[in-house]
């Protein structure tokens, strides 16, 4: 019951797991309002049926008309604030109170009560209210005078200058007081030095109510009633229906998504989720490269997907025009350092699905993104090392520009055209620098990318010198299938870079018993010695040759080798039998049942590549024996070799197919042809004269 549990968890664990948690994350960021159901372009047809409208909604008026409004509202006439200071006022009158006019001491009441008249309406500077400078008629303006918490217009006309308030106020007491020279005993007395502005001018509030003023302009111009026709079906979309429909779509995403009943408006986004998530399960399941049996792969891939939906989701949820500022390309370098075109290009069209279903325009962004992604995947071939990293990155660029532009000319799209190539050169220099952090999802996902893999097959690295030093023989032997692997697996579009370290290491164990295996006989100190295997038995003999596969991965671990590679170790002989010593064994009496201790006790091949490296490592060390260079020779030779492999079931657990096993085949005939090809014999004297020249 335990063991059922723990298989049911690691398959929960291993392939749904990961589908699920996708699942969940893509209803987490999928956008909650309506997407508008139809596309339009002003000037053209109206394609679908006649659309009437089913609520009511303002017509709101296009980004050109708000700023001319705005530009004419900022243009007209600053009202000013001033505050009336209490102040001023009191302090005046009580000193006009208090004043000593001898003789004339009847004039005082008068005086205050006109002087107190006059701070009432107001009183401001000589130079006037500030008012703007264009208006010829200053009567026609006005004021805000803030009083008592609260601000009331008047025209400026109802307010005093200095210098006509002091005028007023002498001309008002001397109609009560005729016989006095009124002006002389204000001056005496300094009247009219009591008689200043009480009106201050508000800079502050007069700005800050200029500029609310200004974008107080009403985004709306006119309303559509539910019932009312919008557009009839072949009509032309006029600028007027445009602007109609924009305001219809606006209204549509954002209030009408609210009003849909939640069950069926959770139901869609579950279902898109899931439709989602099932394509990329199926392209996985068949293009993966085993991708569904390796969790640290799967969940890398989950990982990469969720980004580039998330990306998409949330930058195109206020403006789609920062949705050319997202690095997608860097999704697809991404996939494509750890995968195979033909997997990561696929999963990078899925991983763009929510971009071409959610966003605005998102048709045509995944078009540019598809076909920029294309040539990158291209130029990523030849870019895997040094500062030709980066050009798959410049190249989408030139390639987005290019579509974007015919877009644009086309009428597909429409946008600023320098400010939107702009965003996308951002887009892909965060694209360059960026793409380093490939070295930390290596890291963090424990994958194992390409650029990882050229470096392993560098012949100067400690655990190939130290092969080469012990076992010169054996050291020779993996170049010569290393270079048999590369041309082979090109031929089947398979990982060179894979098949090349796999075939490179596969048999490093040797380097512990080298004397052990024929090819490194040069090392023994005398040539007629008797060889290693002359005093041992069969099953002895056996035992030490199977043994370089145990010690080949003691050796890989040791060194740190990736997975991947310390696989072509326990692979390259599956789980075949030493021939050699078994038929010695059986020769000298043994029993032809007793096979367990000539079975090599590795794995069957699981992937293309390792089949490749075990047919080539069979095939090239047993090329050696051939006497006959013939076509024919070589061509039974390597059929025999591969369905020999097969009829053993070498081949069942692997990701190959019949075509794949036919054109190794063809490749291996070509490479033997080519490497122990027939040579010209030439005669004793001429090869003398040769060996002399040399």
């Known amino acids: ?52 409208s089913d609520f009511d909604f303002p017509i709101y008026k296009t980004a050109e008309q708000m700023e001319e409004e705005r530009a004419k509202s900022g243009d007209g006439s600053v009202i000013p604030y001033y505050r009336f200071s209490d102040d001023v006022v009191n302090k005046n009158l009580r000193a006009a109170e208090a004043l000593s006019l001898g003789q004339h001491a009847s004039v005082k009441t008068r005086l205050v009560s006109v002087l107190r008249s006059v701070y009432a309406q107001g009183i401001v500077q000589d130079e006037g209210v500030r008012v703007d400078k264009r208006s010829a008629n200053l009567s026609d303006e006005v004021l805000y005078i803030q009083k008592d918490k609260r601000a009331s217009k008047y025209p400026v006309t109802e307010v005093y200058r200095q210098t006509d308030a002091r005028a007023k106020v002498m001309a008002e007491v001397s109609k009560s007081f005729p016989s006095f020279n009124m002006d002389s005993i204000f001056r005496a007395a300094g009247v009219y030095d009591l008689i200043v502005p009480n009106l201050v001018y508000d800079k502050q509030t007069t700005e800050l109510v200029q500029a609310e003023s200004v974008n107080s ?53 579950v279902l898109v989720a899931l439709i989602l998530v099932l394509i990329l399960f199926l392209v996985l399941y068949y293009v993966g490269e085993g991708i569904l049996h390796s969790p640290r792969r799967l969940w890398y891939v989950v990982f990469i997907v969720f980004l580039t939906a998330l990306g998409a989701l949330l ?39 929510p971009l ?23 130029f990523y071939r030849s870019s895997e090392r040094g500062w030709k990293q980066f050009l798959p990155c410049l190249v989408a660029f030139v ?100 098949a090349r370290a796999g075939a490179l290491y596969h048999d490093i164990g040797k380097m512990k018993n080298p004397l052990c295996f024929i090819e490194n006989s040069m090392l023994l100190p005398d040539p007629s010695a008797p060889s290693y295997h002359a005093k041992l038995s069969p099953k002895e003999s056996a035992r030490d040759i199977i043994r370089h596969v145990a010690d080949g991965m003691e050796l890989a671990a040791r060194h740190r080798l990736p997975e991947e590679v310390r696989a072509f170790i ?50 090239e060390a047993a090329a050696r024996t051939l006497s006959d260079n013939s076509a024919k020779t070589y061509s039974d030779f390597v059929d025999r070799m591969i369905e020999g492999k097969k009829n053993e079931g070498q081949f069942d657990e692997a990701d190959i197919s019949i075509p794949d096993l036919l054109a190794i085949g063809d490749a291996l005939k070509t490479y033997l042809a080519q490497m122990y090809h027939e040579r010209v014999a030439y005669p004793t004297k001429l090869r003398r004269r040769l060996s002399a020249n040399r």
């Open 315 to 353: 930058t195109g949820k206020d403006d789609p025009v920062y949705l050319y500022l997202v690095p997608f390309i860097l999704s697809l370098l991404y996939l494509r350092t750890f995968f195979e075109e033909r997997v990561s290009v696929p999963v990078f069209f899925v991983a763009l699905l």
């Open 399 to 498: 390639v987005l520009v290019l579509i974007y532009t015919g877009f644009d000319f086309a009428g597909f799209i429409s946008g600023n055209w320098a400010r939107t190539v702009l965003f996308l050169f951002l887009g892909s220099v965060i694209s360059g620098a960026a793409y380093p952090l490939t070295y930390l999802f290596e890291r963090i996902f424990k994958l194992l990318s390409t650029t990882r893999l050229v470096e392993l097959t560098d012949t100067d690295n400690v655990l190939l010198r130290r092969l080469e030093e012990k076992a010169p023989g054996t050291f020779q032997h993996c170049l010569q299938v290393m270079s048999m692997a590369e041309m082979v697996t090109r031929t089947i579009g398979g990982n060179v870079a894979l």
């Open 217 to 269: 302009v009403s985004p709306t111009q006119g309303f559509v009633s539910a019932g009312q026709l919008i557009v009839s079906e072949g009509e032309i979309v006029t600028a007027e229906i445009a602007q109609m429909l924009d305001s219809y779509k606006l209204e549509y995403q954002e209030n009408m998504g609210l009003q849909k009943s939640s069950f069926s408006y959770v139901l869609g986004n």
């Open 570 to 619: 326990l692979t390259h002989h599956g789980t075949t039998r030493t021939s050699y010593f078994y038929n010695k064994y059986v020769e000298e009496g043994g029993d032809p049942a007793d096979v367990a201790d000539f079975v090599y006790p590795g794995e069957k091949p699981q992937t293309r590549e390792q089949v490749v490296v075990m047919l080539c490592d069979t095939v």
């Open 1 to 52: 019951m335990d063991t059922s549990r723990k298989k049911l968890t690691a398959l929960l664990s291993r392939r749904v797991l990961p589908f699920a948690l996708l699942f969940v994350a893509l209803l987490l960021i999928m956008p909650r309002t309506a997407k508008f159901r139809y596309d339009y372009k002003k000037g053209a047809a109206w394609n679908y049926e006649t659309l009437i």
């Open 356 to 378: 071409a279903i959610f966003c605005r325009n998102g048709v045509v962004l995944y078009v540019m993104y598809i076909a920029a992604g294309l040539v990158a995947a291209l």
